[in-house]
């Protein structure tokens, strides 16, 4: 594919995620759900996501498309060059918990890494896209009063900030109106106001890491890991924590349970093309996609700043002690 038709193709999907995002919306606070087999609650936000997301791409594009609701068999999907790998609602317990950190998440799968992906948060109005080679950019979306059309995004386009940014732009672009941009606790506010002002400061001068937990999914062998690296904590739901690795609020996600392929596709895109990774504690490289199972392996998502630091083999070295 040329640029022009992956652009194309990554306004269409940021506008049918936006899209589907006011369909969740309109269910935002109702408490009703069912358990699925693995326990985990199923809304009717899901599946109206699902459904819509599901008719919009198959409208546009001839891909198959594997959704958590309805996924598609490996025998499926092995061969294929391109399918989408979608979650119409990742963080259904924060959906349920009203408090804002869930995500509709769409990547484009080629064999089998992630070549494009659209995040959409839409109680926080945050936005994050990524195409392979071109970048990743952010975006604050607020006074959505009716369906946005592919042809309305060159101006968010336009309007977009290339991520990562310097933890002092986030300041500067957002202001006082980080809340909006997460849900951050004083602590962290002044760790990123205060402490990361200068990226290229001195050994001494730079701040503690800033690592990403889950707000449900947390365990001990995660809090005990991340405390080995004297890093503060983030709590963020759902695709949201890799999002705040990519923009630059964060440092490192360490994820030591389960997680599926469509909770990370999109959220790996938009952090590899800012210079992060999502890598395999097992295998230490990057996470592959297109498995005969969707679970993914333990992982340690990684910003780019530790990247260049070369950060990794620490981080694995507190790993395996």
């Not at 995660?222 to 904590?233: G, N, V």
Request: proline residues 2%.
């Amino acid at each position: 594919m040329i640029y022009n038709q992956f652009k194309n193709m990554l306004y269409e999907v940021l506008s049918i995620a936006i899209n589907a995002g006011r369909i969740i919306m309109r269910l935002y606070g109702q408490s009703d759900f069912s358990t699925k087999d693995d326990n985990s609650p199923l809304t009717q936000a899901d599946l109206e996501s699902h459904t819509f997301i599901i008719r919009e791409l198959s409208k546009h594009y001839p891909y198959k498309i594997c959704s958590e609701e309805a996924t598609l068999t490996h025998n499926e999907r092995k061969d294929l060059e391109y399918y989408w790998l979608i979650d119409p609602l990742d963080g259904t317990k924060d959906f349920l918990a009203q408090n804002g950190n869930f995500t509709i998440n769409i990547a484009l799968i080629h064999r089998n890494i992630p070549i494009l992906g659209v995040i959409y948060a839409p109680a926080l109005h945050e936005a994050y896209m990524a195409l392979k080679g071109f970048g990743s950019y952010g975006y604050n979306i607020t006074d959505l009063k009716e369906a946005i059309r592919c042809e309305k995004l060159d101006t968010i386009w336009l309007d977009s900030h290339k991520i990562p940014l310097r933890r002092k732009n986030l300041i500067h672009i957002y202001g006082e109106n980080l809340h909006l941009f997460q849900n951050m606790d004083s602590k962290i506010h002044e760790i990123i106001l205060k402490n990361y002002n200068n990226m290229f400061a001195s050994e001494k001068q730079k701040s503690i890491l800033i690592a990403c937990d889950s707000m449900f999914h947390s365990t001990k062998e995660t809090r005990d890991f991340i405390e080995s690296l004297q890093a503060t904590t983030l709590k963020r739901g759902s695709s949201l924590k890799l999002c705040a690795l990519a923009s630059g609020l964060a440092d490192l996600y360490p994820r030591f349970n389960g997680t599926s392929e469509w909770d990370t596709a999109a959220g790996h895109i938009i952090l590899h093309e800012t210079g992060g990774d999502i890598i395999n504690i097992e295998t230490k490289k990057s996470l592959s996609y297109n498995k005969a199972n969707f679970r993914n392996s333990h992982f340690i998502a990684l910003s780019k700043k530790l990247i260049d630091e070369k950060f990794i083999g620490r981080i694995f070295e507190h790993n395996n002690t």
